[in-house]
């Protein structure tokens, strides 16, 4: 197993409020005989605020912001 820690904060303004976002983080864990994993996690705020606002998936199911454009 490995993990690889995405570290690429946008802090642009929200198009639609003109207010800063809080940007996600992702960690990447590779494994051997599953399918690789990523968590995604908000980049600012409180211990309670990451705890709650995670999600996980299957790194195949994720589209880098890059790769849609």
Excluded: K
């Amino acid at each position: 197993m490995s993990m690889h820690i995405m570290d690429d904060p946008d802090n642009a303004p929200d198009s639609d409020t003109d207010q800063p976002q809080c940007a996600y983080r992702s960690v990447l864990v590779r494994y051997e005989t599953v399918p690789d994993r990523r968590t995604f996690y908000p980049a600012c705020g409180s211990t309670g605020r990451v705890l709650g606002e995670w999600i996980a998936a299957d790194d195949d199911a994720v589209l880098m912001l890059d790769e849609c454009r």
